[in-house]
């Protein structure tokens, strides 16, 4: 017997029970019958909830698959909160456990693969059966109001990609271009101060990418680079501080009981409701400020009725009223009329998302690209030649989203970047039980892609070794795997900011690479020390020494 027909036909016998029993019998019940009873039930409730850790456990053996060894409760969670980076500890234990293998988070199971015949199986060819990603520590429930692109499954998740996907076409990026240009020709303004002296130019080009997503995403010029103490940058990268961090109550209810995370963010959602009637929540908790903040810059564009083509207009212009989704069936997407309408929370919520999605993998790309410069000159040599010969022969040519997409050797450049500095492990979650490849994945299994030793898998980048810095594996004359370079992901369900995020880079850096050249590197910067809570950073960001070019 399977666990969902045990649980159903002991709820049938409770059922009976309680319909047999007498109620005016109840009502008599003296205290100490009535507290005997609820004592009972209580550690009838704790013993199946245990029944059911334990046999979460046996998923893998049930599955025929190897797993790391675990504690009961706590899953592997220890070592993967004393490693600083949870990416390199599953390297590890993909070395040890072969390509896919499972792994506990409490009593969580993970499914890890670096399979890439599995992960194409599960990211493109079947993606229908697995249209959501693991869920957040603590997470509204799928079909809440408030959910996002990311977290968003099956039929949702497709009307709002839909609705989406072109905001972010060629034709809009050109539209944002001047913005990403003004704020690049602040950095490059700002920096003239600190040339020739070792800076941590992570911290400028944090403050860079969120001067850009403020200007293209909602409209709004805040004086971020100017300014270090700017609210609008500190607030925000408060937030990104402080999310996730496990050490607070709800952040541990959600590791160790997953099954609590949606009633927890809901328990945490009224209380936050009601504390905002006695105090100023936003000016305590920096993730309040930064959501109110911009839903105020949605509801103040409704109400005033004024136009931009900006990419807030494009999901206000989808606004709509009293549709439904249809759920999702055994059916793939394709047989589904999906209306092109978002709610207004919808529209809140994914307009906030461009910062959590877009803010902190951009400027980490950006510094890791700025250190891989310095570390290897000749390519920095490479790269500042192809951009200076290209706007010298094509003086009409002024750098811009289109201009920086000719630059073929920079494209390789940033792949390569991004194939040396993964973001992390990316995730699916199982929505219809499915058999992929001999393994029969049950409904709501996550599986995890091991993209560290992807990336570093001779078999997938020979012949020259993926240890070395190597821009030319990614010429289009060599032929890969389609799930082999996971830099923005796979399948339909891909980074939906990629052509975003990479005109960003190119302008950056074709604009920092004209005017600047950057020193070698002394012998103690030449590794970056990775720090990892959601995505892989460099833990104390990247140090730089630069001049200007005479050239
Ligand atoms: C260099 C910068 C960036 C990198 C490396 C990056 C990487 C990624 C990766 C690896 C994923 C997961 C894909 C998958 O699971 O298959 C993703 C998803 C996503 N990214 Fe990015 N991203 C970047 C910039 C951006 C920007 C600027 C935005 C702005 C909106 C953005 C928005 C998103 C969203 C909304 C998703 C979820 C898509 C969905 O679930 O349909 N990203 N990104």
């Known amino acids: 017997m399977d666990l969902?027909?045990?649980?159903?036909?002991?709820?049938?016998?409770?059922?009976?029970?309680?319909?047999?029993?007498?109620?005016?019998?109840?009502?008599?019940?003296?205290?100490?019958?009535?507290?005997?009873l609820a004592g009972s039930s209580l550690i009838g409730l704790g013993i199946i909830y245990l029944f059911k850790i334990w046999y979460s456990y046996r998923i893998f053996k049930r599955l025929g698959v190897k797993h790391v060894n675990y504690n009961f409760f706590y899953g592997n969670y220890k070592e993967l909160l004393e490693r600083k980076s949870n990416s390199n500890l599953i390297r590890e234990w993909s070395e040890k456990y072969g390509k896919t293998y499972g792994y506990f988070e409490g009593h969580m199971p993970i499914l890890v693969t670096g399979d890439l015949d599995i992960i194409q199986e599960i990211f493109i060819k079947q993606h229908s059966n697995f249209s959501a990603k693991k869920k957040r520590i603590v997470a509204a429930s799928d079909d809440h109001p408030s959910v996002n692109l990311i977290n968003s499954v099956g039929l949702r998740w497709k009307r709002m990609r839909n609705i989406m996907n072109?905001?972010?076409?060629?034709?809009?990026?050109?539209?944002?271009?001047?913005?990403?240009?003004?704020?690049?020709?602040?950095?490059?303004?700002?920096?003239?101060?600190?040339?020739?002296?070792?800076?941590?130019?992570?911290?400028f080009l944090k403050r860079f990418t969120m001067d850009s997503i403020w200007n293209c995403a909602f409209g709004v010029d805040a004086n971020i680079q100017y300014n270090p103490d700017n609210e609008y940058f500190v607030k925000c990268e408060k937030t990104f501080q402080l999310l996730g961090k496990p050490d607070n109550l709800p952040t541990l209810i959600g590791m160790y009981f997953h099954e609590f995370r949606s009633i927890t963010f809901s328990i945490m959602n009224l209380m936050n409701k009601f504390?905002?009637?006695f105090i100023d929540m936003g000016s305590r908790v920096p993730t309040f400020w930064f959501m109110n903040r911009v839903f105020q810059i949605v509801d103040k564009r409704k109400a005033d009725g004024i136009r931009k083509r900006d990419y807030l207009q494009l999901l206000i212009d989808a606004e709509g009223h009293d549709f439904k989704d249809e759920k999702l069936t055994d059916k793939n997407f394709t047989n589904f009329h999906i209306e092109k309408k978002m709610t207004i929370d919808e529209i809140?919520?994914?307009?906030?998302?461009?910062?959590?999605?877009?803010?902190?993998?951009?400027?980490?790309?950006?510094?890791?690209?700025?250190?891989?410069?310095?570390?290897?000159?000749?390519?920095?040599?490479r790269v500042h030649e192809e951009i200076k010969s290209f706007f010298d022969s094509e003086p009409d040519s002024t750098i811009d989203s289109d201009s920086v997409q000719k630059l073929e050797?920079?494209?390789?450049?940033?792949?390569?970047?991004?194939?040396?500095?993964?973001?992390?492990?990316?995730?699916?979650?199982?929505?219809?039980?499915?058999?992929?490849?001999?393994?029969?994945?049950?409904?709501?299994?996550?599986?995890?892609?091991?993209?560290?030793?992807?990336?570093?898998?001779?078999?997938?980048?020979?012949?020259?070794?993926?240890?070395?810095?190597?821009?030319?594996?990614?010429?289009?004359e060599t032929k890969r795997h389609p799930c082999a370079f996971m830099g923005f992901g796979?399948?339909?369900?891909?980074?939906?900011g990629m052509k975003f995020a990479l005109i960003e880079l190119k302008i950056a850096l074709c604009k920092l690479i004209l005017k600047y050249e950057f020193l070698p590197l002394p012998e103690d910067k030449q590794e970056v020390e990775i720090y990892e809570m959601f995505i892989r950073t460099p833990k104390d960001g990247v140090s730089a020494t630069f001049r200007k070019r005479k050239d």
């Open 4 to 36: 969902k027909s045990f649980t159903s036909s002991k709820y049938q016998n409770l059922k009976t029970i309680i319909t047999n029993y007498d109620l005016n019998e109840f009502i008599k019940l003296d205290s100490a019958t009535f507290l005997k």
């Open 166 to 203: 072109p905001t972010f076409s060629s034709a809009k990026m050109r539209e944002l271009s001047p913005d990403l240009v003004k704020c690049t020709d602040r950095l490059i303004e700002i920096l003239e101060n600190e040339q020739e002296k070792e800076i941590n130019i992570t911290n």
């Open 275 to 277: 504390l905002s009637k």
């Open 348 to 381: 809140k919520t994914n307009v906030t998302l461009f910062m959590f999605a877009g803010y902190e993998t951009t400027s980490t790309m950006l510094s890791f690209s700025i250190h891989t410069l310095a570390k290897y000159q000749d390519q920095q040599k």
């Open 409 to 476: 050797y920079l494209d390789l450049f940033i792949k390569e970047v991004m194939r040396f500095y993964p973001i992390g492990p990316m995730t699916r979650r199982c929505t219809k039980e499915t058999n992929v490849k001999g393994i029969n994945i049950p409904k709501d299994l996550v599986i995890a892609v091991d993209t560290l030793s992807i990336h570093f898998d001779a078999e997938n980048w020979g012949p020259v070794d993926p240890n070395e810095f190597y821009p030319e594996r990614f010429s289009k």
């Open 490 to 496: 796979a399948g339909p369900r891909n980074c939906i």
